[in-house]
C-alpha cells in the first residue's frame, strides 16, 4: 500500500489524525516533486478520491475520508511559487472533480458537489482562482442547483456560499440561491441556501419571507440569519419588522 493509500485508510479512523496525516502528505509531495515527478503525487491522490466518489451511505469514516480530501488540498502550496503557470493544487483537484459533476450515479454527483464546496469553501481568501475555473465552478454547481437528488442540489448549493455577490441582483449565484430558498420543494435545500446567502437590500426581503415558511426549520433558519447580522434594525423596515414578529408569535 502506497503512503497516499495508507494515510486515506488512517484518515478513517478520526479527525485528530488529519493534521498528522497531512503534513505527511505534504512531504510526499514535496519528495515527488523533487525527484521531477510532479505528476505522480496527484495522479494518485485522485486515485483514491475515486473510490470516495462512489460511496453513497453517509457513513461517519467515509464523511472523515472527505473532511481529509478537503484539508490535505487546501493546505498545498504551490511547489514552486515563482512558476506563474503551476496551479494550486486544491484548484487542480477542483478542475479535475468537475469532469464528473453530470454522472450518471448520483452518489458520484453527491460526492463531487460534497468535495468541490468543502474545498472551494475553505480556500484562503487570498487564494489564486483562475477566472475559467471560477466560471466553470458557478455553471456547473448552477446545474447541479436542479438535481433529481436533494442531497445533490444540497451540496451545490452549499457550494455557492463563495460565489454569489449579494449586492448584485444580477449575479447568477445570487439569484439562484434566492430562487432555491423560495421555491424548491426540499426544506433541506431551502436550509442551506438560506444559511449561505448574504443579507443585502436586495436578498434582504427574501429572507424575511422565508420566515413564514411551512417548514419551522426553515423559519429557525431564516431568524437566525437576520439575528447574526449586526446592522439589522437599521435595514428593517417597520412593516418588515412586524412581518417577522408575526409570523413568529
Request: charged residues 30%; neutral net charge; proline residues 2%.
Given at each position: 500500500m502506497s503512503s497516499i493509500s495508507q494515510a486515506f485508510q488512517l484518515s478513517q479512523k478520526g479527525s485528530k489524525v488529519h493534521a498528522k496525516l497531512v503534513m505527511k502528505l505534504l512531504k510526499v509531495r514535496r519528495d515527488c516533486h523533487l525527484s521531477e515527478q510532479p505528476d505522480s503525487f496527484f495522479e494518485q491522490f485522485v486515485q483514491n478520491v475515486h473510490q470516495i466518489l462512489v460511496i453513497k451511505k453517509r457513513a461517519p469514516c467515509v464523511e472523515r475520508c472527505v473532511e481529509f480530501v478537503w484539508k490535505f488540498a487546501t493546505s498545498c502550496k504551490k511547489n514552486n511559487e515563482e512558476d506563474e503557470e503551476e496551479e494550486d493544487f486544491a484548484c487542480q483537484l477542483i478542475r479535475h472533480l468537475l469532469q464528473y459533476h453530470n454522472a450518471k450515479d448520483n452518489a458520484v454527483r453527491f460526492r463531487v458537489c460534497q468535495i468541490v464546496a468543502a474545498t472551494f469553501n475553505n480556500l484562503d481568501e487570498e487564494a489564486e482562482i483562475e477566472d475559467d475555473l471560477w466560471d466553470n465552478v458557478v455553471d456547473c454547481m448552477v446545474k447541479r442547483c436542479t438535481d433529481k437528488t436533494v442531497a445533490v442540489r444540497a451540496q451545490a448549493t452549499s457550494c455557492l456560499r463563495r460565489l454569489h455577490e449579494p449586492e448584485e441582483q444580477d449575479n447568477e449565484a445570487t439569484q439562484v440561491l434566492v430562487q432555491l430558498m423560495n421555491t424548491d420543494k426540499a426544506k433541506e435545500v431551502r436550509r442551506?441556501?438560506?444559511?449561505?446567502?448574504?443579507?443585502?437590500?436586495?436578498?434582504?426581503?427574501?429572507?424575511?419571507?422565508?420566515t413564514r415558511d411551512v417548514e419551522p426549520s426553515v423559519r429557525r433558519k431564516a431568524l437566525e440569519v437576520l439575528a447574526g447580522f449586526d446592522r439589522l434594525l437599521e435595514v428593517l423596515s417597520i412593516s418588515q419588522r412586524v412581518r417577522v414578529w408575526s409570523n413568529n408569535v
Amino acid at each position: 500500500m502506497s503512503s497516499i493509500s495508507q494515510a486515506f485508510q488512517l484518515s478513517q479512523k478520526g479527525s485528530k489524525v488529519h493534521a498528522k496525516l497531512v503534513m505527511k502528505l505534504l512531504k510526499v509531495r514535496r519528495d515527488c516533486h523533487l525527484s521531477e515527478q510532479p505528476d505522480s503525487f496527484f495522479e494518485q491522490f485522485v486515485q483514491n478520491v475515486h473510490q470516495i466518489l462512489v460511496i453513497k451511505k453517509r457513513a461517519p469514516c467515509v464523511e472523515r475520508c472527505v473532511e481529509f480530501v478537503w484539508k490535505f488540498a487546501t493546505s498545498c502550496k504551490k511547489n514552486n511559487e515563482e512558476d506563474e503557470e503551476e496551479e494550486d493544487f486544491a484548484c487542480q483537484l477542483i478542475r479535475h472533480l468537475l469532469q464528473y459533476h453530470n454522472a450518471k450515479d448520483n452518489a458520484v454527483r453527491f460526492r463531487v458537489c460534497q468535495i468541490v464546496a468543502a474545498t472551494f469553501n475553505n480556500l484562503d481568501e487570498e487564494a489564486e482562482i483562475e477566472d475559467d475555473l471560477w466560471d466553470n465552478v458557478v455553471d456547473c454547481m448552477v446545474k447541479r442547483c436542479t438535481d433529481k437528488t436533494v442531497a445533490v442540489r444540497a451540496q451545490a448549493t452549499s457550494c455557492l456560499r463563495r460565489l454569489h455577490e449579494p449586492e448584485e441582483q444580477d449575479n447568477e449565484a445570487t439569484q439562484v440561491l434566492v430562487q432555491l430558498m423560495n421555491t424548491d420543494k426540499a426544506k433541506e435545500v431551502r436550509r442551506v441556501a438560506l444559511s449561505c446567502l448574504g443579507i443585502s437590500r436586495y436578498t434582504l426581503p427574501h429572507i424575511v419571507t422565508r420566515t413564514r415558511d411551512v417548514e419551522p426549520s426553515v423559519r429557525r433558519k431564516a431568524l437566525e440569519v437576520l439575528a447574526g447580522f449586526d446592522r439589522l434594525l437599521e435595514v428593517l423596515s417597520i412593516s418588515q419588522r412586524v412581518r417577522v414578529w408575526s409570523n413568529n408569535v
